[in-house]
T-cell receptor
Framework: EPEVTQTPSHQVTQMGQEVILRCVPISNHLYFYWYRQILGQKVEFLVSFYNNEISEKSEIFDDQFSVERPDGSNFTLKIRSTKLEDSAMYFCASRGRHSGANVLTFGAGSRLTVL | GEDVEQSLFLSVREGDSSVINCTYT??????LYWYKQEPGAGLQLLTY?????DMKQDQRLTVLLNKKDKHLSLRIADTQTGDSAIYFC????????????FGSGTRLQVQP
């Protein structure tokens, strides 16, 4: 079964450093998403991406965050200058154009720890 | 804004039924979903229900939707130890934000 692949599975970084989280969505999917889950809290929407541009973003997705689809297969989330409160599990998801009920397929997540 | 609430923890014995409950606030929710997260894994879609339905059954899973009370439940019949995981309720509307809104997740522990 096709799956969404995320790397790294765990990254530890120092506060203020830049971090790039990578995702390989399912190959024929057209809609891409990033969500995050701070430990013990809800899974929160960050951003959605379609046709090479952001289609929706949440209040969390401020100027420190950016997304890119550099080569037609990877979908990346960059955090420019990490803060302690960015420590979370980050989930990538993708969806096909004709996905019934708009079902998202999620990756296993990338755990980010900011020290 | 939209909000989805779930209880945090449920413990059942193997073979019993589990019922995981969820409430939501957005009356324009179009689809409601149940996702399962096993340790170290991503969010796996279990089932979903369209808002004009009140029940959906899929093998051991039964989803009940009470739209008036904005209450969604997931019943797992004959719960197995392999069902131990975190279960997330999520909703989506076709107006305004189209992204999924998730609850905090309910940790289901199945005792042998």
């Amino acid at each position: 079964e096709p799956e969404v692949t995320q790397t790294p599975s765990h990254q530890v970084t120092q506060m203020g450093q830049e971090v790039i989280l990578r995702c390989v969505p399912i190959s024929n999917h057209l809609y891409f998403y990033w969500y995050r889950q701070i430990l013990g809290q809800k899974v929160e929407f960050l951003v959605s991406f379609y046709n090479n541009e952001i289609s929706e973003k949440s209040e969390i997705f401020d100027d420190q965050f950016s997304v890119e689809r550099p080569d037609g297969s990877n979908f990346t989330l960059k955090i420019r200058s990490t803060k302690l409160e960015d420590s979370a599990m980050y989930f990538c998801a993708s969806r096909g154009r004709h996905s019934g009920a708009n079902v998202l397929t999620f990756g296993a997540g990338s755990r980010l720890t900011v020290l | 804004g939209e909000d989805v609430e779930q209880s945090l923890f449920l413990s059942v014995r193997e073979g019993d039924s589990s019922v995981i409950n969820c409430t939501y606030t957005d009356s324009s929710s179009t689809y409601l979903y149940w996702y399962k997260q096993e340790p170290g894994a991503g969010l796996q879609l279990l089932t979903y229900i369209f808002s004009n339905m009140d029940m959906k059954q899929d093998q051991r899973l039964t989803v009940l939707l009470n739209k008036k009370d904005k209450h969604l439940s997931l019943r797992i019949a004959d719960t197995q130890t392999g069902d131990s995981a975190i279960y997330f309720c999520a909703e989506r509307t076709d107006t305004g934000r189209r992204a999924l809104t998730f609850g905090s997740g309910t940790r289901l522990q199945v005792q042998p």
